[in-house]
């Protein structure tokens, strides 16, 4: 079992202060330094991945090939698209709200940003570890509420206007759902730090010992997150029949890229999230009683785990997008206030009762 | 497992954010080098299929937008006290207080319901 604090840690003493002589504060900067880099490029890629991936699956659904001539299987199309973004012409419009124009794309990134760095990646390969962890990152995803709808308020125009309101009412009603599924898994945790959460589901995952409310709880995660992502079958703030782009309309080039970038990273936050809460995260696949799998299982590297696990369940959310078709907003809110909302305050209950009087495995 | 300290977090918290604004920033820097510029008094019109806006952007909008906008501020707030007995009942549970903290919460519970529950019979969750 590969532990990663060790290595972070090697690299701080072993290599920087004793090959280096480093200094504290220097060392320190170098390291700070370096995790930005990694994060960035953890960012970019797994954007980039996300792309291409959801352009395959749609392709399979589709009876299409998808992208396949730039790199081998097409791997390298959305690279050939991020530079076709940066050399589009970034158009200054005439009645925007400069400021506030300017604002909303970094926003939406630093939303995202700060929510995918304390995403845990492995044993020990966690960057933000606060005690209120899944808190904190509730907290943090609820920025990028902010961005959109500045962007669309400040573009100065009808069709992001009403893309940024609907986008508003639908990632606030859908982030209640969250919450709520959120606070039922950490009810059953019992902690709110995110190695904690992990910590408890060594010996098996909480979709399987949190059994029924668990898995409503995560049917009901899933389909908010969903929302909360404006994909799938809830796009109508970017409905492009009836409001050309949504909220983004008025933007060119890489601004607009940069909504695009943050929707696919909270994509991949959404799952990890579900991950962490309902498939243990890093944890290797345990079966109680199977003493030589359970071994064989930890052989597997804990990052393996955790991007294998977001990638299945980002699956799961694509395969929704290019299976229902989209809902209405009064059908929207509908699920949610009168469906979602009662079902999850009534799981709650129900999670509860299940701690209390240990009916869980 | 190491546990950091607050300071670490919050220096990390800095990190991520100066990463994110580093991000756009570095891509827009970029951008701007490479990308072409071209003046033409019409690119600076407001997006309306091609044709050219008539009366304000700032249209009138539902006012449904802002009912939902405050029920969610409502629950989101009752939420936001329920995480501290989320995280405490496993705990008073082995303390034999399980029960005794079902009946609290269950008070808070009941008005937040309630709060549901008038808003559905007010008609406050149709889309009008």
Redesign the interface.
């Given at each position: 079992m590969l532990n990663f604090?060790e290595l972070t840690?090697s690299f701080h003493y072993d290599f920087l202060m004793d090959a280096l002589h480093f200094p504290e504060w220097l060392a320190?900067t170098t390291e700070?330094v370096f995790?930005?880099i990694i994060?960035?490029l953890l960012?970019?890629l797994l954007a980039l991945f996300y792309i291409w991936f959801e352009r395959k699956v749609c392709a399979a659904f589709q009876c299409r090939l998808g992208p396949n001539r730039v790199g081998p299987w097409g791997l390298l199309q959305s690279v050939a698209d991020m530079f076709k973004i940066?050399?589009?012409?970034?158009?200054?419009?005439?009645?925007v709200d400069k400021f506030l124009f300017a604002l909303a794309?970094?926003l939406v990134?630093?939303a995202?940003?700060?929510a995918?760095?304390v995403l845990p990646w492995g044993n020990?390969l966690q960057?933000?570890?606060?005690n209120i962890g899944i808190?904190f990152l509730i907290a943090v995803s609820s920025i990028g509420v902010l961005g959109i709808l500045l962007a669309g308020w400040s573009?100065?125009?009808?069709?992001t206007?009403?893309g940024a309101?609907?986008s508003?009412?639908q990632m606030?009603?859908y982030?209640?759902s969250i919450?709520?599924s959120v606070?039922t898994m950490?009810?059953f945790a019992?902690?709110?730090e995110v190695?904690g959460i992990i910590?408890a589901q060594k010996d098996v995952w909480f979709i399987f010992s949190g059994h029924i409310p668990a898995i409503i709880a995560f049917v009901i995660y899933l389909i908010a997150g969903t929302a909360e992502t404006n994909r799938g079958p809830f796009d109508l703030p970017e409905a492009e029949s009836e409001l050309?782009a949504g909220y983004h309309?008025?933007y060119s080039?890489?601004?607009f890229?940069?909504f695009y970038l943050a929707e696919y990273l909270n994509l991949f936050i959404v799952a990890g999230v579900a991950t962490l809460l309902f498939f243990g995260g890093w944890m290797p696949l345990q079966i109680p009683g199977w003493e030589a799998f359970n071994n064989i299982m930890w052989y597997i590297p804990t990052p393996i785990w955790f991007i294998a696990k977001a990638i299945v369940i980002s699956f799961i959310i694509i395969w929704f997008k290019w299976t229902f078709p989209r809902l209405r907003?009064?059908q929207l809110?509908?699920l949610e206030?009168?469906y979602l909302?009662?079902i999850n305050?009534f799981n709650?209950?129900l999670m509860?009762?299940v701690?209390?009087?240990?009916w869980h495995f | 497992m190491i546990t950091l300290s607050i300071i670490q977090n919050t220096t990390l918290v800095v990190v991520a954010a100066l990463t994110g604004i580093g991000l756009v920033a570095l891509a827009l820097w970029l951008a701007g080098l490479i990308s072409p510029k071209s003046f033409n008094p019409q690119k600076g019109e407001p997006y309306e299929c091609g044709i050219p806006t008539r009366g304000e952007s700032m249209a009138q909008f539902k006012v449904g937008y802002y009912l939902f906008a405050i029920l969610f501020l409502m629950f989101d707030v009752e939420t936001v006290f329920l995480f501290p007995w989320a995280v405490r009942v496993r705990e008073l549970n082995a303390a034999g207080l399980g029960i005794e903290s079902l009946v609290c919460i269950a008070v808070f519970f009941t008005i937040l319901v309630l709060g549901l529950v008038y808003a559905w019979r007010k008609g406050a969750l149709e889309w009008k």
């Open positions: 604090s840690r320190v700070c995790i930005g994060l960035l960012y970019s940066l050399i589009k012409e970034l158009i200054s419009l005439k009645y794309p970094y990134i630093l995202s940003m700060l995918f760095a020990g960057i933000i570890d606060f808190f573009s100065n125009n009808k069709f206007l009403i309101l609907r508003g009412a606030v009603s982030e209640l919450g709520l606070l950490v009810l019992g902690t709110l190695g910590e050309t309309t008025e080039g890489i601004h890229g940069f907003i009064d809110l509908s206030w009168k909302l009662p305050l709650l209950v509860a009762l701690v209390v009087f240990k | -």
